[in-house]
């Protein structure tokens, strides 16, 4: 900790002691118009998941249809090998943006600092247009998903400022990786290999 004007403050690193644990994450890209050849986004995210020493579990691309997308995320859910989804696309306001609406009922717990945190790092970059984003997350069946906006931009923001350092076991003062062990006690999944918590 710091003292900066009489207050502490809390200042994340990383604990180069403790071994990198990779995890199984799939992205999925929701979007009635793309195709894998265009699809930038998506690939933002499978080059950065790759990139930081994760695993590309599987990768899709999905119609802004509600029950489409659920399909999708429901058999990633159900597959105990992927440790996390990222989705991007449909998150915002238009007739055919449903990603909260098709994936927030499937939440078991909902993730409310991940929105906070990807609207305060989008307000530093865009300013007051962060707020035509709904990016949620949440954990359901053990499994972590987070749902971000459809620009390459904001996949590589998302996954620079929130996911990447959330997704290392290494990241102090606290990471989703450490307590994945936590998230799975009622199902008996197999807990992350170095996790001691």
Excluded at 4 to 30: C, D, H, M, W, Y
Excluded at 131 to 157: E, K, N
Aim: hydrophobic share 40%; charged share 25%.
């Amino acid at each position: 900790m710091t003292s900066e004007n009489g207050r502490n403050q809390v200042v994340a690193s990383t604990n180069e002691s403790k071994q990198f644990i990779p995890l199984n994450i799939a992205v999925l890209t929701v979007s009635d118009t793309r195709a894998l050849a265009d699809d930038k986004s998506g690939q933002t995210l499978a080059d950065r998941i790759v990139e930081a020493g994760h695993h590309l579990a599987a990768r899709e691309i999905v119609t802004d249809d509600v029950e489409a997308i659920r399909a999708v995320i429901r058999r990633w859910i159900a597959d105990a090998g992927i440790d996390a989804v990222v989705t991007t696309g449909g998150t915002g306001f238009t007739g055919r943006d449903v990603t909260p609406e098709a994936i927030e009922p499937l939440f078991e717990k909902r993730m409310d600092g991940f929105s906070i945190a990807f609207h305060m790092m989008s307000h530093a970059k865009i300013g007051t247009s962060t707020i035509q984003s709904r990016a949620t997350a949440g954990v359901a069946g053990a499994t972590y998903i987070f749902c971000l906006p459809g620009s390459p931009g904001a996949c590589r923001d998302g996954w620079d400022g929130i996911l990447k350092p959330q997704l290392d076991y290494r990241t102090r003062p606290c990471n989703f990786v450490e307590i994945m062990p936590r998230l799975d006690e009622h199902l008996r999944r197999p807990k992350a290999q170095g996790a001691t918590v």
